[in-house]
């Protein structure tokens, strides 16, 4: 045997910390959706600090539970976002907040979100605004049907998330 | 109660691991062996599955140590080597730095291989590297499976595939459970419900308890089905009733045939000119039965707008309309379409073009109350025809030995090899002795007729062309005269 059973030195660097059915997420997972949001939070008292962080992993993992989801949902049901639909989704948020392309990219890289993160995201909303639109249309009751095609889907499948309180 | 167990649990990790959910765990009390029917109630009094992991703490951010990776290993929590393939941990190569995406496909293809309940990703500094260990913990076995409830065979344990001594896999279980679900509902069981509990039998979390309750209801049958608010209710009733023999008074619930019901009843409609109709299911119970109601909304009813053929037509475009049957201001009739289709995809056919596609292309405009009808005949991708000059008598069909000039040019106009002041060239038609391109470009043309003939390479030389004269992958355009067919 090569390594010993606990080696002093070595310390947990990733792990699962969430199963949704047939999917697993890695702690690395989470502290990467969560950079742009734990860079938000500023408070100095350390326990503060440290809670205000929890809360953002949790929730973190709790959107990528729900993102894998709905992905593979969507799978099912074969809808995708293409190319040009994450394009054309840049163009509008672009639009809607009086900037550019370029602009919004910039701002997204300034919260720690590069181009290619960006655009995963952007691809990440359409999809679920596709299912949305599918499984409960009302565009008045956004809310509220987010909330129930994520319980649909978590009725489903196995769920687990290891770091819910 | 299950308070005081989340507490022994947690004397029995000896204080390392942290609280997982609350547990049963009869066999933590001194040396009291639990009975089957202690056993039984523990994990019967539970309403849910025992999760695969402690829940764990929150990581810091850390990076993994710096340096090549000089060794891989997966190790359970005791330091014992795995038995894993090779392809499992194939992502980390060694030499080369610590990856962390490498490291988290890994992972997921421990996860995959279905027998670990966590894997976390260690990295430990050695001589100048770093060793990475993935630490796996084996997944629970199923001890015992009770079943109770509304049930009392172990054929419901048998469905959600719960076999002592198997891995407690609470992924499959839940997915199990939701086919049990449907099965149970397709047999009228509309109320049934299927749940699974599970709890830890010993303290190291080895195996699991399993407690399957089933709660099955009465029968639910039909007791009504029928269209309402259309002009054609009737109409559609009957339709109904040739089309759906399942979905009858006394029977019960077909899902995936009131699906197809809702289609033949769209198709009814848009048979007499409704294309803008909106149909909605709804089931109304009445204690164990159960109204199935299709309520619909005609909407105004649509004429013909300007009808047309076009593409790649492969006769004369008046045997083409003398297909289609509808004229302009008539009412549209999905049907008469379909029809329509049908018989212009038997022209093509008989013209030799079995491979040309025949598509709709409604447009459907509600100001006028028209549907403008484009029928288009469309080619296989990259293949097509052009017919310069118009031949007369009948077509050339397979089996016929056609006479003919041809010139081959490539697409940037070079001639590759022509029939011009040679004698013509003839060959049978379907006889495979020329490139599939050129055979269906002849087909359906008449004598004295010219035709352009555009052929892609895997319709002609392929990959490899034909050296020198013909590049590998080239596209080929044919000019043809058509001098007799025999």
Same mark, same amino acid.
């Given at each position: 045997?090569?390594?010993?059973?606990?080696?002093?030195?070595?310390?947990?660097?990733?792990?699962?910390?969430?199963?949704?059915?047939?999917?697993?997420?890695?702690?690395?997972?989470?502290?990467?959706?969560?950079?742009?949001?734990?860079?938000?939070?500023?408070?100095?008292?350390?326990?503060?600090?440290?809670?205000?962080?929890?809360?953002?992993?949790?929730?973190?993992?709790?959107?990528?539970?729900?993102?894998?989801?709905?992905?593979?949902?969507?799978?099912?049901?074969?809808?995708?976002?293409?190319?040009?639909?994450?394009?054309?989704?840049?163009?509008?948020?672009?639009?809607?907040?009086?900037?550019?392309?370029?602009?919004?990219?910039?701002?997204?890289?300034?919260?720690?979100?590069?181009?290619?993160?960006?655009?995963?995201?952007?691809?990440?909303?359409?999809?679920?605004?596709?299912?949305?639109?599918?499984?409960?249309?009302?565009?008045?009751?956004?809310?509220?049907?987010?909330?129930?095609?994520?319980?649909?889907?978590?009725?489903?499948?196995?769920?687990?998330?290891?770091?819910?309180? | 109660?299950?308070?005081?167990?989340?507490?022994?649990?947690?004397?029995?990790?000896?204080?390392?691991?942290?609280?997982?959910?609350?547990?049963?765990?009869?066999?933590?009390?001194?040396?009291?062996?639990?009975?089957?029917?202690?056993?039984?109630?523990?994990?019967?009094?539970?309403?849910?599955?025992?999760?695969?992991?402690?829940?764990?703490?929150?990581?810091?951010?850390?990076?993994?140590? @710096?340096?090549?990776?000089?060794?891989?290993?997966?190790?359970?929590?005791?330091?014992?080597?795995?038995?894993?393939?090779?392809?499992?941990?194939?992502?980390?190569?060694?030499?080369?730095?610590?990856?962390?995406?490498?490291?988290?496909?890994?992972?997921?293809?421990?996860?995959?291989?279905?027998?670990?309940?966590?894997?976390?990703?260690?990295?430990?500094?050695?001589?100048?590297?770093?060793?990475?260990?993935?630490?796996?913990?084996?997944?629970?076995?199923?001890?015992?499976?009770?079943?109770?409830?509304?049930?009392?065979?172990?054929?419901?344990?048998?469905?959600?595939?719960?076999?002592?001594?198997?891995?407690?896999?609470?992924?499959?279980?839940?997915?199990?459970?939701?086919?049990?679900?449907?099965?149970?509902?397709?047999?009228?069981?509309?109320?049934?419900?299927?749940?699974?509990?599970?709890?830890?039998?010993?303290?190291?979390?080895?195996?699991?308890?399993?407690?399957?309750?089933?709660?099955?209801?009465?029968?639910?049958?039909?007791?009504?089905?029928?269209?309402?608010?259309?002009?054609?209710?009737?109409?559609?009733?009957?339709?109904?009733?040739?089309?759906?023999?399942?979905?009858?008074?006394?029977?019960?619930?077909?899902?995936?045939?009131?699906?197809?019901?809702?289609?033949?009843?769209?198709?009814?409609?848009?048979?007499?000119?409704?294309?803008?109709?909106?149909?909605?299911?709804?089931?109304?119970?009445?204690?164990?039965?159960?109204?199935? @109601?299709?309520?619909?909304?005609?909407?105004?009813?649509?004429?013909?707008?300007?009808?047309?053929?076009?593409?790649?037509?492969?006769?004369?475009?008046?045997?083409?309309?003398?297909?289609?049957?509808?004229?302009?201001?008539?009412?549209?009739?999905? @049907?008469?379409?379909?029809?329509?289709?049908?018989?212009?995809?038997?022209?093509?056919?008989?013209?030799?073009?079995?491979?040309?596609?025949?598509?709709?292309?409604?447009?459907?405009?509600?100001?006028?109350?028209?549907?403008?009808?484009?029928?288009?005949?469309?080619?296989?991708?990259?293949?097509?025809?052009?017919?310069?000059?118009?031949?007369?008598?009948?077509?050339?069909? @397979?089996?016929?030995?056609?006479?003919?000039?041809?010139?081959?040019?490539?697409?940037?106009?070079?001639?590759?090899?022509?029939?011009?002041?040679?004698?013509?060239?003839?060959?049978?038609?379907?006889?495979?002795?020329?490139?599939?391109?050129?055979?269906?470009?002849?087909?359906?043309?008449?004598?004295?007729?010219?035709?352009?003939?555009?052929?892609?390479?895997?319709?002609?030389?392929?990959?490899?062309?034909?050296?020198?004269?013909?590049?590998?992958?080239?596209?080929?355009?044919?000019?043809?005269?058509?001098?007799?067919?025999?």
């Amino acid at each position: 045997m090569i390594f010993a059973s606990h080696s002093a030195e070595a310390r947990v660097v990733d792990r699962v910390v969430a199963i949704a059915g047939p999917h697993v997420v890695m702690m690395s997972e989470v502290r990467r959706e969560a950079a742009p949001y734990l860079a938000q939070v500023h408070e100095k008292d350390p326990l503060a600090r440290a809670q205000g962080e929890t809360v953002v992993l949790r929730d973190a993992c709790e959107r990528l539970i729900d993102a894998a989801l709905e992905e593979d949902e969507a799978g099912r049901l074969h809808l995708e976002a293409t190319p040009d639909e994450v394009e054309a989704g840049i163009d509008a948020v672009a639009k809607n907040n009086g900037t550019t392309r370029d602009g919004v990219l910039a701002l997204a890289a300034e919260h720690g979100m590069d181009a290619a993160r960006y655009r995963d995201e952007i691809r990440r909303q359409i999809l679920e605004g596709k299912l949305l639109q599918l499984r409960h249309p009302d565009p008045n009751k956004l809310d509220a049907a987010r909330a129930a095609l994520v319980a649909e889907l978590r009725a489903n499948v196995y769920v687990e998330d290891r770091l819910a309180p | 109660m299950k308070r005081l167990a989340a507490v022994l649990l947690c004397a029995a990790c000896g204080g390392a691991a942290p609280v997982g959910p609350p547990v049963s765990l009869p066999s933590a009390h001194g040396s009291h062996v639990p009975t089957e029917a202690e056993r039984r109630a523990a994990v019967c009094e539970r309403d849910d599955l025992a999760s695969l992991a402690p829940t764990v703490a929150l990581s810091p951010n850390v990076a993994a140590d @710096s340096g090549p990776v000089l060794d891989v290993a997966v190790l359970d929590a005791a330091g014992h080597r795995e038995d894993v393939r090779a392809e499992a941990t194939a992502p980390i190569a060694i030499g080369a730095p610590f990856d962390e995406a490498a490291a988290r496909e890994t992972s997921r293809r421990l996860w995959k291989t279905g027998r670990f309940a966590d894997v976390a990703v260690e990295s430990s500094a050695d001589r100048g590297g770093v060793r990475v260990v993935f630490r796996v913990t084996p997944k629970p076995s199923i001890a015992h499976v009770f079943v109770a409830g509304e049930t009392s065979s172990d054929d419901v344990a048998t469905a959600l595939r719960l076999e002592p001594g198997a891995p407690y896999d609470p992924v499959a279980i839940v997915s199990a459970r939701r086919e049990l679900r449907a099965a149970l509902e397709s047999k009228g069981l509309l109320d049934a419900d299927a749940t699974v509990s599970s709890a830890f039998v010993t303290p190291d979390r080895s195996s699991v308890d399993l407690c399957v309750r089933v709660k099955r209801g009465a029968v639910v049958t039909i007791d009504a089905i029928g269209a309402h608010g259309s002009a054609y209710d009737r109409d559609l009733d009957a339709v109904l009733a040739s089309e759906d023999t399942k979905n009858v008074p006394g029977s019960v619930v077909d899902r995936d045939v009131l699906d197809r019901d809702e289609v033949v009843l769209a198709g009814a409609l848009s048979d007499r000119g409704l294309v803008t109709h909106k149909i909605e299911r709804k089931l109304v119970r009445h204690g164990d039965a159960i109204t199935i @109601s299709f309520d619909v909304t005609d909407g105004p009813v649509f004429h013909y707008g300007k009808v047309d053929v076009r593409g790649q037509l492969v006769a004369p475009k008046a045997e083409y309309t003398k297909l289609v049957t509808f004229k302009r201001g008539a009412v549209f009739n999905r @049907s008469e379409v379909a029809k329509a289709i049908d018989a212009i995809r038997a022209l093509d056919t008989s013209r030799g073009r079995p491979d040309l596609d025949v598509e709709p292309e409604p447009n459907v405009d509600a100001a006028t109350g028209t549907v403008a009808l484009v029928i288009e005949v469309k080619g296989s991708p990259g293949f097509s025809t052009v017919d310069l000059k118009r031949g007369a008598g009948r077509a050339a069909a @397979s089996g016929d030995t056609a006479t003919l000039h041809y010139t081959g040019k490539l697409l940037d106009g070079t001639v590759f090899d022509s029939s011009i002041g040679r004698a013509p060239f003839t060959f049978k038609l379907g006889g495979g002795s020329v490139i599939q391109g050129f055979e269906r470009g002849v087909m359906g043309m008449k004598v004295g007729g010219k035709r352009r003939v555009t052929i892609p390479p895997d319709l002609g030389y392929g990959k490899r062309g034909a050296p020198p004269k013909i590049p590998p992958s080239s596209t080929l355009v044919f000019e043809i005269e058509l001098l007799s067919i025999q």
